[in-house]
């Protein structure tokens, strides 16, 4: 498999790049099970954040990031916006997305009870890989529409595009690829 050597938060890692058509390939970047990574690119990340109230991110790869930098806070909660409505969930706040890891239309939802304690805060977005931006879009929308304030917005790696944007904070850049590994 062709990977892609990075050094991120002064961790080296090899990223195994994955086609995702003809003409487009990424470099998987999966923080599950790497908590040596999980807490280096946590600590940076926190060292570049905003003062905030609460952490925001979305299902799933972002879980562990949000959850190591809450706990290395100190913070007590943090919200995750679910790929599907849950049993628990009461009056519901879904937004439509379509990231380019996922094949199709999918919806970000978050509980009325987390949209309470969101009305009137800090909210820092969170999540691993920035690329079309449509993931942050959909999260902005429901941070937007439980009457939050968005502080900060943060990844670990900007591909594409998100490298350029100004209203974000990462870590380190990620080139897209063709399926042959050449970077784009």
């Known amino acids: 498999m062709l990977t892609y050597p990075m050094t991120i938060a002064g961790l080296h890692r090899e990223l195994p790049i994955c086609p995702l058509n003809d003409n487009l390939a990424i470099a998987g970047f999966v923080i599950f099970g790497d908590p040596e ?3 280096a690119i946590s600590q940076e990340l926190l060292a570049r954040a905003p003062e905030y109230d609460y952490i925001l991110t979305a299902e799933a790869k972002g879980i562990p990031l949000a959850h190591e930098m809450a706990r290395l806070a100190g913070n ?9 409505a849950k049993a628990y969930m009461t009056g519901v706040f879904e937004v439509k997305v379509h990231s380019i890891t996922t094949q199709g239309e999918q919806s970000l939802f978050l509980d009325r009870a987390d949209a309470d304690l969101i009305r009137g805060s800090r909210i820092l977005i969170v999540d691993d890989v920035i690329s079309t931006g449509e993931s ?3 999260l902005e929308e429901l941070v937007l529409a439980a009457g939050g304030n968005i502080v900060g ?4 790696l900007a591909e594409g595009d998100a490298q350029d944007r100004d209203d974000l904070i990462y870590l380190e850049k990620l ?3 063709r399926p042959d590994g050449t970077i784009l």
């Open 76 to 84: 007590q909660k943090y919200f995750v916006a679910r790929k599907k």
């Open 175 to 177: 080139p897209l690829f």
């Open 153 to 156: 917005k943060m990844a670990v």
């Open 37 to 39: 990574l999980t807490t």
């Open 136 to 138: 942050l879009r959909a």
